[in-house]
């Protein structure tokens, strides 16, 4: 049960060059997120989908672009990375957008990026 | 914007010690808070999830409670244990457009629990 998986799991970047963070959950999941977790200010949400085929921006959209590729993966690009967008990178799913109260979001184990 | 706030941001306890985080928010509108754990290096762990109907929740020795009318949550952890060293994450949750469930999360408590 590999619930959602992230990779890479650490990546060191120079200003200016470009990347993407894969992610994947196994649990049959509609709806998947990606955050920022920096020191001192908690997890802020980058992008999310809501249900395949559609994905909205989140708090901090700025400088990334996400894919939902299937129902299964949500890719987070930088397309020109910045030393601004250090920080450790969680993807997180949840069962459906319209799911009940008792809903829950399951997060990946993070990506690490240092960007130079 | 619904903002969270912890107190304290770390917290140092002897084994054995019952101990109390905090969470405040500042939109009642919510449609459940949860409590997550977060070790060193990993990813987070869902502790406790209270629906914004309810009082509080009770998963062994831990127990939330939430008052939506004041904008609070606290985390109640009985007879405190080392492997209970972690960050504690509060989370309020509110629907955003598509219908979509958003997460905001607190800065989080760093918990000690000194052998």
């Known amino acids: 049960n590999a619930g959602v998986t992230q990779t890479p799991k650490f990546q060191v970047l120079k200003t200016g060059q470009s990347m993407t963070l894969q992610c994947a959950q196994d649990?049959?999941?509609?709806?998947m997120y990606w955050y920022r977790q920096d020191p001192g200010m908690g997890l802020r949400l980058i992008y999310y989908?809501?249900?395949?085929?559609?994905?909205d921006k989140g708090e901090v959209p700025n400088g990334y672009n996400v894919s939902r590729l299937n129902k299964r993966e949500f890719s987070l690009r930088l397309e020109s990375a910045a030393p601004s967008q250090t920080s450790v990178y969680f993807c997180?799913?949840?069962?459906?957008?319209?799911?009940?109260?008792?809903?829950?979001?399951?997060f990946g184990p993070g990506t690490r990026l240092l960007v130079l | 914007k619904q903002e969270v706030t912890q107190i304290p941001a770390a917290l140092s306890v002897p084994e054995g010690e019952n101990l109390v985080l905090n969470c405040s928010f500042t939109?009642?509108?919510?449609?459940?808070l949860q409590w997550f754990r977060q070790d060193p290096g990993k990813g987070l762990t869902s502790l406790l999830l209270?629906?914004?109907?309810?009082r509080e929740q009770t998963s062994g020795r831990l127990n939330a409670s939430l008052d939506k009318s004041s904008g609070r949550s606290t985390l109640y952890i009985a007879a405190s244990q080392p492997g209970d060293s972690a960050t504690y994450l509060c989370?309020?949750?509110?629907?955003?457009?598509?219908?979509?469930?958003?997460?905001?999360f607190g800065s989080g408590t760093q918990l000690t629990v000194l052998p």
């Open positions: 989908s809501a249900s395949e085929g559609t994905t």
């Open positions: 989370a309020v949750g509110q629907i955003s457009s598509g219908s979509a469930r958003q997460l905001t």
């Open positions: 997180a799913s949840s069962k459906t957008a319209a799911g009940g109260l008792s809903e829950t979001q399951y």
């Open positions: 209270i629906q914004s109907s309810q």
């Open positions: 649990m049959n999941h509609n709806s």
């Open positions: 939109d009642s509108a919510i449609y459940n």
